[in-house]
């Protein structure tokens, strides 16, 4: 249904080459898969302005000006102490200007209509349109870092990115997407004197490249001690899964957080329930309703974790711009039993269970966590998957939806296969804005048939993503 009509490779600016070292947060990332995300478009208007790809492409090579790493590839050195014994190795990207991949692809008799269906699962058409769908960090030793799949549908174009995790983070990434997205406005309103090429344009979105180090000073590779560093990466296939796009608007947010509140209240918790934000009144109502779609046994121990960016929780906050990434996984605490959980008036519980991880995670946690992984460095793995727990990710403010390449907003945003499991929900911006949320939540075909059951969760699902036919 995709055939890929082109490749080609866009090379940053020539510069001087260096590495730069990856730190504990990137390392972490090396058995993770690729960041998938991408956007879908409306068509541009007829007759087209421009050609979309070579379009795409050029402001992709003025944006990799400030962004080269992103033009990198990851680098391997071998450590030895003074005997010449092999102490390890460590991990960098090699900004040598190796570039990134753009390919075209053409879905034949694909539309908007069949890629964004109403009250359905995502179709699997989807995952075609993203490329390197079975790569991990490790693989950007050969792969390139970045990758762009731009796909004509018959009415739109669904422009997909797929991004080492060992070398951004989801903040880092969507802000390289919209400082490519702003240079590829400002190249359609350049005048340009005929015969000369366009001068290379950069974006008001710096990035700051240094890679932080909890001793403030210039950062160090990290030696891992151990014989081959692919030892550590380890590539597992997930079951099947469905995945379901649905939209919680900012009047049934509101109303899910009162709901909690209104609970945390009448339970004597005013701490709780000052604290309480939309965040965790959702969240905490997917950790309800999805361990009760997997009917556990009343005893069975389960927590929710969610990804946090720590840039402005370390003191002195790191840069807003910072590129790479600086994220963990907090979670509630010790598991608390299913039964207890699924309790009735329960959700204001579960909701600042919620926060009191978020709000924990401040400077001296994070740096407790660097200090505990630099004694005993780990590369995360599908180990680390808790098939009880629910896992909370992306973040509604991410701009999304202001990646107007020069031909209109996003129409809606979606992600491919990578780093899905069951109980996973990813949060985007709602694409009418206003504090609204678009939600894709991944379960096991059982657990989603079960979930699609659920009143409680239902209820709160908005009209934008109606519930399935018969229920509520």
């Known amino acids: ?72 590839r990851l680098v391997t050195d071998q450590h030895r102490d003074e005997l010449g014994n092999v102490e390890g190795y460590s991990v960098s990207i090699g900004c040598d200007g190796q570039g990134v991949e753009i390919v075209h692809a053409l879905a034949d008799g694909v539309s908007i209509a069949d890629v964004i269906p109403p009250d359905a699962d995502v179709p699997r058409v989807v995952q075609s349109f993203f490329p390197l769908g079975d790569a991990v960090g490790f693989d950007g030793h050969e792969l390139p870092l970045f990758v762009v799949q731009v796909t004509e549908l018959a009415d739109g174009v669904f422009v997909g990115f797929v991004c080492n995790h060992a070398l951004a983070d989801g903040t880092a ?6 400082a490519w997205a702003e240079i590829a406005r400002a190249r359609l309103n350049l ?3 005929e015969g000369e090429a366009p001068r290379p344009l950069t974006s008001c979105r710096a990035p700051l490249l240094e890679r932080w180090s909890a001793d403030g000073g210039a950062a160090s590779p990290i030696v891992q001690a151990c014989a081959d560093l692919s030892e550590l990466i380890e590539r597992s296939e997930p079951p099947p899964l469905r995945t379901r796009m649905l939209h919680f608007s900012a009047e049934s947010l509101a109303s899910l957080k009162e709901r909690a509140r209104q609970e945390l209240l009448t339970a004597g918790d005013t701490a709780g329930a000052a604290a309480l934000t939309r965040f965790q009144a959702l969240s905490s109502l997917a950790w309800r309703c999805i361990t009760r779609a997997r009917r556990p046994a009343p005893e069975q121990g389960t927590t929710c974790r969610a990804a946090i960016n720590n840039r402005a929780r370390l003191r002195p906050a790191l840069s807003a711009e910072y590129f790479g990434n600086s994220i963990d996984a907090v979670s509630t ?21 919620v926060g009191r991880a978020v709000a924990a995670h401040d400077d001296e946690a994070i740096r407790a966590r660097v200090a505990a992984w630099m004694a005993k460095p780990v590369v995360y793995t599908m180990r680390w998957y808790d098939p009880h727990g629910t896992t909370v990710g992306s973040s509604p403010r991410f701009d999304m939806y202001g990646c107007d390449f020069g031909w209109g907003r996003p129409v809606a945003v979606r992600s491919g296969k990578a780093n899905k499991v069951d109980g996973r929900m990813s949060l985007y911006p709602g694409r009418d804005g206003g504090g609204s949320v678009d939600a894709e939540v991944s379960l096991t075909p059982e657990h989603m048939s079960a979930l699609e059951q659920d009143e409680e969760f239902w209820a709160a699902v908005s009209m934008g993503a109606p519930a399935p036919e018969g229920k509520l």
């Not at 992709?60 to 992103?70: I, R």
């Open 191 to 193: 005048a340009t004197p």
């Open 333 to 353: 605490e010790a598991p608390v039993r299913a039964s207890m959980l699924l309790e009735r008036d329960r959700h204001g519980w579960a909701a600042a269970a």
């Open 173 to 178: 990434l969507w802000d390289f997407l919209n």
């Open 1 to 72: 249904m995709v055939r890929v009509v082109s490749s080609s490779t866009v090379k940053p600016p020539p510069r001087p080459r260096h590495r730069i070292p990856l730190t504990s947060w990137d390392v972490a990332m090396l058995s993770t898969d690729y960041i998938q995300k991408g956007l879908l478009f409306h068509k541009p208007p007829s007759p087209p302005m421009f050609h979309v790809v070579d379009h795409l492409a050029a402001a992709l090579g003025d944006a990799l000006g400030d962004y080269y790493p992103v033009a990198g």
